[in-house]
């Protein structure tokens, strides 16, 4: 039976098809029984040395362990090859956000059998969520450059930079509010620089085919007012 515990942990492991598939409920609820089996693991080893050697059960857990850690290894790595692309599509975000979420149920959870996985899962979160907020750091920084150099009411680098990021809050919820906050200061900058051209930067992007961009006209404070003029004038 502890052969069967032992197998099933190390099939299974941290990245499979169902955890993957499924939603955080159901994350931390696979957690808590690994948890529980790597416990039954470590803790019978005592009670049984009579029939089985302590050494036996012992590797068992032991490369239950290992391979638990070289999982959750790889779900950084993959996490952090993604956030080193130039621009993010919809299909990184959603990779991001569904191997972040095994990390924070894993978190959530206290599946941490060792000091080792213990660093490991802190140290991989931390950097993850700097990447990700550098990556929009770097997108408001474009934002602002592109609204200093606005001729003819040309909006097009500008509004690039504010999609992307609203399709980062919006894939990627554990980080939802910081970004969205960026990206209201930086309209907010905006309209402190450019007051009258808010009405040309909220025609552009009502009209474009992008569904980000079209769900931020309706979102944020700066266009709200205007939002409300133009239904105004249909009714």
């Given at each position: 039976?502890?052969?069967?515990?032992?197998?099933?942990?190390?099939?299974?492991?941290?990245?499979?098809e169902s955890?993957?598939?499924?939603?955080?409920?159901?994350?931390?609820?696979?957690?808590?029984?690994?948890?529980?089996?790597?416990?039954?693991?470590?803790?019978?080893?005592?009670?049984?040395?009579?029939?089985?050697?302590?050494?036996?059960?012992?590797?068992?857990?032991?490369?239950?362990?290992?391979?638990?850690?070289?999982?959750?290894?790889?779900?950084?790595?993959?996490?952090?090859?993604?956030?080193?692309?130039?621009k993010?599509?919809?299909?990184?975000?959603?990779?991001?956000?569904?191997?972040?979420?095994?990390?924070?149920?894993?978190?959530?959870?206290?599946?941490?059998?060792?000091?080792?996985?213990?660093?490991?899962?802190?140290?991989?979160?931390?950097?993850?969520?700097?990447?990700?907020?550098?990556?929009?750091?770097?997108?408001?920084?474009?934002?602002?450059?592109?609204?200093?150099?606005?001729?003819?009411?040309?909006?097009?680098?500008?509004?690039?930079?504010?999609?992307?990021?609203?399709?980062?809050?919006?894939?990627?919820?554990?980080?939802?509010?910081?970004?969205?906050?960026?990206?209201?200061?930086?309209?907010?900058?905006?309209?402190?620089?450019?007051?009258?051209?808010?009405?040309?930067?909220?025609?552009?992007?009502?009209?474009?085919?992008?569904?980000?961009?079209?769900?931020?006209?309706?979102?944020?404070?700066?266009?709200?007012?205007?939002?409300?003029?133009?239904?105004?004038?249909?009714?």
């Amino acid at each position: 039976k502890l052969s069967a515990v032992h197998d099933e942990i190390v099939r299974v492991g941290l990245i499979n098809e169902s955890i993957q598939r499924n939603a955080k409920d159901e994350h931390c609820r696979f957690f808590r029984n690994l948890k529980e089996k790597l416990f039954a693991l470590k803790n019978c080893a005592p009670a049984l040395k009579t029939h089985i050697p302590e050494e036996q059960t012992s590797a068992l857990h032991a490369q239950c362990v290992e391979k638990l850690e070289s999982d959750l290894n790889t779900v950084v790595t993959s996490i952090q090859e993604q956030l080193k692309k130039v621009k993010m599509d919809e299909n990184a975000c959603d990779y991001i956000n569904d191997h972040y979420r095994i990390l924070m149920a894993m978190k959530e959870a206290d599946l941490c059998p060792n000091d080792s996985t213990a660093k490991s899962l802190k140290n991989g979160t931390k950097k993850i969520s700097s990447l990700v907020l550098k990556q929009v750091d770097t997108l408001q920084k474009n934002v602002q450059k592109c609204s200093k150099n606005i001729q003819n009411d040309e909006f097009d680098g500008m509004v690039e930079n504010l999609v992307e990021m609203e399709m980062m809050s919006n894939i990627l919820l554990d980080f939802q509010e910081p970004i969205k906050e960026k990206i209201e200061n930086s309209l907010k900058k905006f309209k402190k620089q450019h007051a009258k051209k808010v009405t040309a930067l909220y025609s552009v992007m009502s009209h474009q085919s992008n569904a980000w961009a079209n769900n931020m006209v309706q979102a944020y404070s700066i266009f709200k007012a205007i939002a409300v003029s133009e239904f105004n004038k249909f009714t």
